[in-house]
T-cell receptor, first 116, second 113 residues
Framework: QKEVEQDPGPLSVPEGAIVSLNCTYS??????FMWYRQYSRKGPELLMY????GNKEDGRFTAQVDKSSKYISLFIRDSQPSDSATYLC????????????????FGSGTRLLVRP | EAQVTQNPRYLITVTGKKLTVTCSQN?????MSWYRQDPGLGLRQIYY???????DKGDVPEGYKVSRKEKRNFPLILESPSPNQTSLYFC????????????FGPGTRLTVT
């Protein structure tokens, strides 16, 4: 079983739709949760990260974490064609440069297409 | 401009021919790392470096070497490439202790025939 599972898509939605992207993870030790966005032919870029269960908003983006279910989501409101990209979830524990146990696991990504 | 650069961006080579992919960052980051990205498998860490002269294996280190002689550079070396190393490779760096944000380079698409 993979440590992080993510539906590969592609997910195609019309402009203005609300998008829901999801990941499940298997290890309850994971402490922090991230979403990266990767445009075609580019490296991933960090979109949001959170440490706790609940919701975190940033503009049109909301990251939601349910630690009891080991389930994380990214919601995009009023989706735009410029949101078309692959979205990678990532889960981790430890602190980079401080903990030898530092670990970050990426999902395989969900490809999103927002149609004009 | 703050960035991570990788060279080459595209490379086609033959089995067994040694190659090096360079990675450089201009942000004075201490932590650097190499990943490979394969369809359905996501990003998997190959090697990472906490600081100059400090490197360690990630999840898929077999067939790869790295070095960190200077803070800004972290080259990935394939001594004897094989077709199963055909992949998209990303270098990444992080700012400081406790920082979870990694800055990724643009990627190097490697094909080994």
């Amino acid at each position: 079983q993979k440590e992080v599972e993510q539906d590969p898509g592609p997910l195609s939605v019309p402009e203005g739709a609300i998008v829901s992207l999801n990941c499940t993870y298997s290890n309850s030790a994971f402490q922090y949760f991230m979403w990266y966005r990767q445009y075609s032919r580019k490296g991933p870029e960090l979109l949001m990260y959170t440490y706790s269960s609940g919701n975190k908003e940033d503009g049109r983006f909301t990251a939601q974490v349910d630690k009891s279910s080991k389930y994380i989501s990214l919601f995009i409101r009023d989706s735009q064609p410029s949101d078309s990209a692959t979205y990678l979830c990532a889960v981790g524990f430890g602190r980079p440069l401080m903990d030898s146990s530092y670990k970050l696991i990426f999902g395989s990504g969900t490809r999103l297409l927002v149609r004009p | 401009e703050a960035q991570v650069t990788q060279n080459p961006r595209y490379l086609i080579t033959v089995t067994g021919k040694k190659l090096t992919v360079t990675c450089s960052q201009n942000m004075n980051h201490e932590y650097m790392s190499w990943y490979r990205q394969d369809p359905g498998l996501g990003l998997r860490q190959i090697y990472y470096s906490m600081n100059v002269e400090v490197t360690d294996k990630g999840d898929v280190p077999e067939g790869y070497k790295v070095s960190r002689k200077e803070k800004r550079n972290f080259p990935l070396i394939l001594e004897s490439p094989s077709p199963n190393q055909t992949s998209l490779y990303f270098c990444a760096s992080s700012l400081t202790s406790g920082s979870h944000e990694q800055y990724f380079g643009p990627g190097t698409r490697l094909t080994v025939t």
